[in-house]
C-alpha cells in the first residue's frame, strides 16, 4: 500500500458555538487527484484553510509529509501549493515581480523554474504588465502559476477553473493530470461543478455540512450505460439484440460492461456506421443530488 | 532577509511611497528657498539689538511681578546678551546648522505622520486585498513575516531621515557656507558655548521616542483592527492630543507612567523642561521601553493566533 501524502485526522472546527466542520478524516495519496464536492456553504473552503494553516482546527490534525502542521508548520507547509478561492495578487506590481515575490518565500526556486512555470500556464506575453490590468482567467492563471512555483507535493485548488476559458480549463485539466502522473503530485480540487469533477479526478470527496458523507472513486466502468449513434438504426437496434437499451436522442443508451466494448465495437463496425459510442456519466450527478438533497443550503446544526 | 527585500520592494511600488518622499523632500526645499529670501533683508547693527534687549528685558523684571520661570528666562536671556557683548560674538541668522536644526524638527514631525501611515497599512492592507492568504500559506512562521513588515517600516522611516538630513545638509551648506552658528545656553548660572552637533544629534536621537512608539502603536492597531485608516487615524489622534490630556491629567501620579507623558523625549532635552515636573529622561526611556513590549508581544500573539478567512 502507498503511503498517504497528506492525513486529514478528525479534524473539527467551531466558529462561534456553530460546528462548521465535523470529525473529518481523509488521506490523500501521491498521483491521485481528488475532487471534494460539496454544495455552497458545505465547508470545503473551510477544510481547505485548515489543510494550510490559514486556520486553527478546534481539534484534529493534518499531517503532511509526515509533518504534523500545527507543530512543525515550515516543513509541513512546504511540500503544499495553494489556491484558496480566488487567487488575490499585488495588483500594483507585475506578474512576474509577483512571481518573484513568492519565489522568495520558498527554497530553491530559481529564476529558470519562473520561467518555466510562466510558460506552462501561457502567461508569457502578458507577465511584465500590472496584475491590476488582468483579466479574471489571466489571474487564475497566475494564481496556478504561484502555486506551482516550489513543485509541492501537494497541491490544493479551491474552485480553481472559475473564470478558465474552455481552452483554459482543457489546458489546466491536462497540467494537472500530467503532474499527478509525471511527478506524483497529490492534487485536491474543489468545486462544485460535477462534470469537472468527473472529468479530472480519480476519486471524489463528498462533504455536507462539514462532514464527509462518502469518498467514491470514479472510473468508467462506474458508468454502465453507454449512449451509441449509428446508421441505420435498425440494423443497430438487430445487433444489440440481448442488451437492454432505450432510446435516446439520435440513438440509443446501452447497459454495457466497459470491457464488452471493444468486442462490441468490432461488431459493429463491420455492419453499421458508427457516429458516436461515449459513456453516460449521469450517474454521479444523480448520485450527488441524492445524497446531499437537492439545492437548498443547509442550516448548520448546532 | 528576503522577507525584507520584499516588503521592500511592494513598499516601492506604491506611488503613495514615492508621494512621501518627494514631499519629505519638498519640505526642505522649499523653507531653504523662503530662509534664504528673508535672511538677505535682514542684517544690520547687532550690537544695538542686543542692547535694546538688555534694557527692555530689565524694565520688564523691575515692573513686573514675574514667576520663577518666565523670571529665569528673561534673566538668562540678559546673560546671553552680555556675553556677547563681551565676547564679540554675533548672534548668527541662518546657518547651515541652524537650517538643518530647524528642519530636523520639522522632518521628525512629517516623518512621524509618514511613517503612521505606513506602519498602519503595511499588515491592514495584505487583509483587505485578501493577499494575506497567499503570504500565510509559505514555509515561513508568521512571526517572521510580521517581524520582516516591522523592520522594513523603521528602515522606510529611517531613510526618510536619512534623506532630510542630507539633503538639509547640502543645501545648507550651499546657501549658507559652512560656517556654524555659537549658540549659547545657560547652565547653573555660567553662559557656555555648546557644540553645535552634539545638541543636533541629541535632538535627533530624542525624536526617536516619538517615531518608535509611533510606528510600534500604529502597527498594533493596523494588526488588531485590520484597518489602516483606524490605525492612523487613532495613532495621529493620539500623537496631537496627547500634550493635552496629561497637562489635564497631570496632578495625577498615574499619568508619569503612561506612555503618552513620555512619547516627546525632546522635552528631557537640553534648554527644554519636561511636562511633568520630576519625571526624567531615564524614567522616559523605561516608560516608553515598557510600552513597546507590551504592544510588540500583543500584536504578535494576536497575528499568530488569527484564523485568515480572508
Ligand atoms: N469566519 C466564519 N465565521 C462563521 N461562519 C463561517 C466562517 N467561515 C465560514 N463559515 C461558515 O462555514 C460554512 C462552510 O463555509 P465554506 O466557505 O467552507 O463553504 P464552501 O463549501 O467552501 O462553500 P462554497 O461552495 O460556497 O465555496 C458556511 O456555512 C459558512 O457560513
Ligand atoms: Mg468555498
Known sequence: MVQPIVQVKNLSKTINNKRIIKDLSIDFFPGQITGFLGPNGAGKTTTIRMMTGLMHPTAGEVIIDGKSLAKNYEAAITQVGVIVE????????????????????????????????????????????????????MRQRLGLAQALLHRPKFLILDEPTNGLDPAGIREFRMHLRHIAQTEGVSIVVSSHLLSEIELM??????????????????????????????????????????????????????????????????????????????????????????MTGGGAIDEISR | MKLVVNEWVKLWSKKSTWVMLILMLLLVIVPAGVMKYYDESSSDNW??????????????????????????????????????????????????????????????????????????????????????????????ARWKILLSKLVTTIIFGL???????????????????????TPLEVIEGQVVQIDVWSSYFEMFFLSFGSFFMSIFFAFLIGTIFRSSSLAIGLTLFISFMSNMVVLLLSRYEFIKYVWITHVNLNQYGTGYTPMIPGTTLTLGLTVNFVYAIIFLVITFIVFNKRDVTA
Open chain 1, 86 to 137: 480566488n487567487p488575490e495578487m499585488y495588483k500594483f506590481m507585475s506578474g512576474y515581480k509577483n512571481l518573484q515575490h513568492f519565489a522568495r518565500m520558498h527554497e530553491g526556486v530559481t529564476k529558470g523554474r519562473i520561467d518555466e512555470v510562466i510558460r506552462q500556464v501561457g502567461l508569457e506575453k502578458r507577465i511584465h504588465e500590472k496584475v491590476g490590468t488582468y483579466s479574471l482567467g
Open chain 1, 201 to 290: 479526478c480519480d476519486r471524489v470527496a463528498i462533504i455536507q455540512n462539514g462532514e464527509l458523507i462518502d469518498i467514491k472513486e470514479i472510473n468508467a466502468s462506474e458508468s454502465s450505460t453507454y449512449y451509441i449513434e449509428a446508421e441505420p438504426k435498425e440494423k443497430l437496434m438487430q445487433l444489440l439484440d440481448g442488451y437492454t437499451i432505450s432510446a435516446n436522442e439520435n440513438g440509443f443508451n446501452v447497459e454495457i460492461p466497459k470491457q464488452q466494448i471493444p468486442a462490441l465495437l468490432k461488431k459493429l463496425a463491420s455492419e453499421v456506421e458508427v457516429y458516436a459510442v461515449q459513456p453516460n456519466n449521469k450517474t454521479l450527478e444523480d448520485q450527488f443530488l441524492e
Open chain 2, 159 to 181: 531613510t526618510l531621515y536619512l534623506a532630510a538630513i542630507i539633503l538639509s545638509a547640502i543645501l545648507g551648506a550651499i546657501f549658507w557656507g559652512t560656517a556654524m552658528s
Open chain 2, 47 to 140: 550690537q544695538q539689538n542686543s542692547q535694546q534687549v538688555i534694557q527692555d528685558f530689565e524694565k520688564i523684571i523691575e515692573e513686573d511681578d514675574l514667576d520663577e520661570s518666565t523670571g529665569s528666562y528673561y534673566y538668562e536671556t540678559i546673560m546671553i546678551e552680555n556675553y556677547r557683548l563681551e565676547h564679540n560674538i554675533a548672534p548668527n541668522g541662518t546657518t547651515m546648522d541652524t537650517f538643518m536644526r530647524n528642519m530636523l524638527e520639522v522632518a521628525s514631525m512629517v516623518i512621524t505622520i509618514f511613517i503612521v501611515t505606513v506602519a498602519a497599512g503595511i499588515v491592514s492592507s495584505e487583509y483587505s486585498t485578501g493577499t494575506i492568504k497567499m503570504l500565510l500559506t509559505r514555509p515561513v
